[in-house]
C-alpha cells in the first residue's frame, strides 16, 4: 500500500523558516516525482514545485523561487520542503504528491499525503 | 485568483446529475490535459478523472470527464450524499511551466 505521512503541524512567526517532511512507502521513491502543492483557508490549491529523486530536477513556482527549496532524501525515501520568509498569507495546508516520472505535465498526482496545517502569526 | 475558473458552488438531490466546469486558456486546458480531484474532509485528496476523461480503478462510473477546446467539465450523475465535497480541476501551463489548478467547486448534496 503506497502511502506518505507527512511531519506535523506547525505555528511559526512571520519571517520564520518552516520544513515539512513527507516520508512515503510502498513504491519505488525515484519512480515519482514529488510535488509539494498548499490551501489556503477559503481558497484555491497552488502548486509549489516538485523534485525528481532519481536526477534530483527541481521545478519551483514562479510564486515561490526564492523562498522555497524542495530536496529528496533517497535513502530515507522523504521529500522535503523548506519555505522562509514566512508571512501570514503563508497559512495554509501544505501537501505532498505523487506523479509517475517521464511526463511532468502528463499525469495526475495519483498519491497524496494527509496535509500539514502551518499558521504563521505573530 | 486562480488560473483555471470553476464555479465556487453546485448542489443537487440524490440521484440528479451534476456537471462542473473548468475554464482555461490555451497554455494549458488548451494544449495539456485535465484531471479532477476530490477533497473530502480529513481525507487525503483523491483522483477522479485523468487525461480528460479517464477514470481510475476504484471510480465509479458515475463520473465522468470531458474537454473541448480550453474548456473542460466534471459530470456526475446519480448524485448520492457521499459526493458531497470539494472539486478541483488541474492542468500543466506551459507559459507557466508548472501545474494550474481551478478554485474549487462545493458541490453539496441538498
Known amino acids: 500500500e503506497v502511502q506518505l505521512v507527512q511531519s506535523g503541524a506547525e505555528v511559526k512567526k512571520p519571517g520564520d523558516t518552516v520544513k515539512i517532511s513527507c516520508k512515503v512507502s510502498?513504491?519505488?521513491?525515484?519512480?515519482?516525482?514529488m510535488h509539494w502543492v498548499r490551501q489556503a483557508p477559503g481558497k484555491g490549491l497552488e502548486w509549489m514545485g516538485l523534485v525528481d529523486p532519481e536526477d534530483v530536477e527541481i521545478i519551483y513556482a514562479e510564486k515561490f523561487q526564492g523562498r522555497v527549496t524542495i530536496t529528496a532524501d533517497t535513502s530515507t525515501d522523504t521529500a522535503y520542503m523548506h519555505l522562509s520568509s514566512l508571512r501570514s498569507e503563508d497559512t495554509a495546508v501544505y501537501f505532498c504528491a505523487t506523479t509517475p516520472s517521464g511526463n511532468i505535465g502528463g499525469y495526475p498526482f495519483d498519491y497524496w499525503g494527509q496535509g500539514t496545517l502551518v499558521t504563521v502569526s505573530s | 485568483q486562480s488560473v483555471l475558473t470553476q464555479p465556487p458552488s453546485a448542489s443537487g438531490t440524490p440521484g440528479q446529475r451534476v456537471t462542473i466546469s473548468c475554464s482555461g486558456s490555451g497554455s494549458n486546458i488548451g494544449s495539456n490535459t485535465v484531471n479532477w480531484y476530490q477533497f473530502l474532509p480529513g481525507t487525503a485528496p483523491k483522483f477522479l478523472i485523468y487525461i480528460n476523461n479517464q477514470r481510475p480503478s476504484g471510480v465509479p462510473d458515475r463520473f465522468s470527464g470531458s474537454k473541448s477546446g480550453t474548456s473542460a467539465s466534471l459530470a456526475i450523475s446519480g448524485l448520492q450524499s457521499e459526493d458531497e465535497a470539494d472539486y478541483y480541476c488541474a492542468a500543466w501551463d506551459d507559459s507557466l511551466n508548472g501545474w494550474v489548478f481551478g478554485g474549487g467547486t462545493k458541490l453539496t448534496v441538498l
Open positions: 510502498g513504491y519505488t521513491f525515484t519512480d515519482y516525482y
